[in-house]
């Protein structure tokens, strides 16, 4: 058995430039492969931080019914985030941040250009959203995009004790924030005990179609701006807010850009008249592939409150579906590259034994088998093969491994931002591609070496 992979060694090595380009081949074949592969990995990664760092979380928790009502009934979905819910959340094992969100739908107005649009607006809590979605706030535009939210500069305007009971529909308490603009046209000169400030996130597409013409021509909304907020609370009466554009989010999704904007979440509640209240609970983990076991765990302890807990590629499965097309695509790829590489081992072993005709006629002669015949020429090709995927394999993860370190800067259609990507591969897929090259080499030498193996000593041996 040693003389015969000393043999299939010594055929290999007896013709160096066609086993040299099989090898090339298959090198080539694979490095393609092994390449694709890694950018699919990195984007793919980038898609699912973006969605679960910025916009979603891993899991999120909302009441039943949620996903199917309209966003102009949020209101009718707010459930208390209280104590005894956030350490029941915080317990389940792999959770390592919550945080509430707030949905609420209405209008927004920019006073400089008198433009209006339909918007959806989340109350955040900008610190923990920090812990739970930290791409979030790194979506501001830089040079002139603002600031993120912060919570210690919300404030809400204070009137004076003595003068609660001129408000119309406002409780008589001396520390309650009036957010709700005074209907009556004497309580303009009010005088207050604190300044309110609020701060807006929106979109770039958003901003850029709150257009004025001046006289020094078009005028697009600015950070600092005012913008009215346009709501209804948990009563159905009007509500409204003046707010500041404080900061203006590069956001990928076209529809998110023109629709969505960012508030502090106790002003959300305050202005929709629920304290305490949120729409959803974001949740982050230790763990991404965990997230359905921690839903499952989740859902039996939520279910008295009438809660469910639901892993962020059930919430949005357009990603998904993108993703599984990548995957569809790369599958496609691959088969093209295979099928190449085959066809490459097909033909080179085919010249071997055309030219080794007459040596397979001795190899019969002197005692070898049908059988051995056929396993020395897939042992070559394997070996060739094994060759071509280990080179193959080596080179690609050097390059890979560069590209991971390096980074490649590309920008999204429709974003000002760029984004970095960071090509990787498993050490299994690595195993995987490698070993690829071997099962190449021999299945690509079946149909020569079943060839070989059929011909006859005595015409092999009288071939010229």
């Given at each position: 058995?040693?003389d015969?992979f000393?043999?299939?060694?010594?055929?290999?090595l007896?013709n160096?430039?066609?086993?040299?380009?099989?090898?090339?081949?298959?090198?080539?074949?694979?490095?393609?492969?092994?390449?694709?592969?890694?950018?699919?990995?990195?984007l793919?990664?980038?898609?699912?931080?973006?969605v679960?760092?910025?916009?979603?979380?891993?899991?999120q928790?909302?009441?039943?019914?949620?996903?199917?009502?309209?966003?102009t009934?949020?209101?009718?979905?707010?459930?208390?985030?209280?104590?005894?819910?956030?350490?029941?959340?915080?317990?389940?094992?792999?959770?390592?941040?919550?945080?509430?969100?707030?949905?609420?739908?209405?209008?927004?107005?920019?006073?400089?250009?008198?433009?209006?649009?339909?918007m959806?607006?989340?109350?955040?809590?900008?610190?923990?959203?920090?812990?739970?979605?930290?791409?979030?706030?790194?979506?501001?535009?830089?040079?002139g995009?603002?600031?993120?939210?912060?919570?210690?500069?919300?404030?809400?305007?204070?009137?004076a004790?003595?003068?609660?009971?001129?408000?119309?529909?406002?409780p008589?308490?001396?520390?309650?924030?009036?957010t709700?603009?005074?209907?009556?046209a004497?309580a303009?000169?009010?005088?207050?005990?604190?300044?309110?400030?609020?701060?807006?996130?929106?979109?770039?597409?958003?901003?850029?179609?709150?257009?004025?013409?001046?006289?020094?021509?078009?005028?697009?909304?600015?950070?600092?701006?005012?913008?009215?907020?346009?709501?209804?609370?948990?009563?159905s009466?009007?509500?409204?807010?003046?707010?500041?554009l404080?900061?203006?989010?590069?956001?990928?999704?076209?529809?998110?850009?023109?629709?969505?904007a960012?508030?502090?979440?106790?002003?959300?509640?305050?202005?929709?008249?629920?304290?305490?209240?949120?729409?959803?609970?974001?949740?982050?983990?230790?763990?991404?592939e965990?997230?359905?076991?921690?839903?499952?765990?989740?859902?039996?302890?939520?279910?008295?409150?009438?809660?469910?807990?639901?892993?962020?590629?059930?919430?949005?499965?357009?990603?998904?579906t993108?993703?599984?097309?990548?995957?569809?695509?790369?599958?496609?790829?691959?088969?093209?590259?295979?099928?190449?590489?085959l066809?490459?081992?097909?033909?080179?072993?085919?010249?071997?034994v055309?030219?080794r005709?007459?040596e397979?006629?001795?190899?019969?002669?002197i005692?070898?088998?049908r059988?051995?015949?056929?396993?020395?020429?897939?042992?070559e090709?394997?070996?060739?093969?094994?060759m071509g995927?280990?080179?193959?394999?080596?080179?690609?993860?050097?390059?890979?491994l560069y590209?991971?370190?390096?980074?490649?800067?590309?920008?999204?259609?429709?974003?000002e931002s760029?984004?970095?990507?960071?090509?990787?591969?498993?050490?299994?897929?690595?195993?995987?591609?490698?070993?690829?090259?071997?099962?190449?080499?021999?299945?690509?030498?079946?149909?020569?070496?079943?060839?070989?193996?059929?011909?006859?000593?005595?015409?092999?041996?009288?071939?010229?």
């Open positions: 058995m040693k015969f000393v043999l299939a060694r010594r055929n290999v007896r160096a430039r066609r086993s040299l380009l099989t090898v090339l081949t298959i090198v080539i074949g694979l490095t393609f492969i092994f390449i694709i592969h890694g950018f699919l990995n990195g793919q990664r980038e898609i699912k931080e973006g679960t760092k910025a916009e979603l979380g891993e899991i928790i909302v009441r039943k019914g949620f996903r199917q009502a309209l966003p009934k949020a209101n009718d979905y707010l459930f208390s985030y209280n104590d005894e819910l956030k350490k029941l959340v915080q317990s389940t094992a792999h959770v390592t941040g919550v945080t509430g969100r707030l949905l609420l739908s209405g209008l927004l107005n920019h006073q400089a250009s008198q433009s209006t649009t339909p959806l607006g989340i109350g955040i809590d900008p610190e923990m959203e920090n812990q739970v979605c930290p791409r979030l706030a790194l979506l501001v535009k830089a040079g995009g603002g600031a993120f939210l912060q919570s210690n500069l919300e404030k809400s305007a204070k009137l004790g003595n003068l609660a009971a001129n408000i119309e529909d406002a008589v308490d001396a520390n309650q924030d009036y709700k603009p005074v209907p009556q004497s303009v000169d009010l005088p207050t005990t604190q300044q309110e400030f609020h701060q807006l996130l929106i979109g770039e597409y958003m901003r850029r179609g709150f257009t004025t013409t001046t006289a020094n021509g078009e005028r697009q909304a600015a950070v600092g701006d005012e913008i009215i907020l346009m709501v209804q609370d948990v009563n009466s009007q509500r409204s807010m003046v707010t500041k404080s900061g203006v989010l590069d956001v990928t999704n076209p529809t998110a850009n023109k629709t969505t960012y508030l502090v979440l106790a002003t959300a509640q305050q202005l929709v008249g629920a304290p305490g209240k949120v729409t959803q609970l974001v949740l982050s983990l230790d763990n991404t965990r997230r359905f076991e921690v839903a499952k765990a989740l859902n039996e302890k939520l279910a008295p409150y009438g809660l469910v807990a639901e892993p962020w590629d059930e919430i949005n499965k357009f990603f998904v993108i993703m599984g097309l990548q995957n569809a695509m790369f599958s496609m790829v691959t088969t093209v590259i295979i099928i190449f590489v066809v490459a081992i097909i033909i080179t072993t085919l010249m071997s055309s030219e005709t007459r397979i006629g001795t190899l019969m002669a005692g070898y088998k059988r051995h015949i056929m396993s020395l020429f897939m042992l090709s394997t070996m060739v093969g094994a995927g280990l080179i193959g394999v080596t080179f690609g993860s050097a390059l890979i590209l991971n370190a390096r980074g490649i800067t590309f920008q999204l259609p429709g974003t760029p984004v970095i990507l960071h090509p990787f591969n498993s050490v299994q897929f690595s195993v995987f591609t490698a070993f690829l090259g071997v099962i190449a080499g021999g299945v690509g030498a079946f149909y020569p070496a079943r060839t070989a193996s059929k011909m006859s000593p005595l015409e092999a041996m009288g071939h010229v």
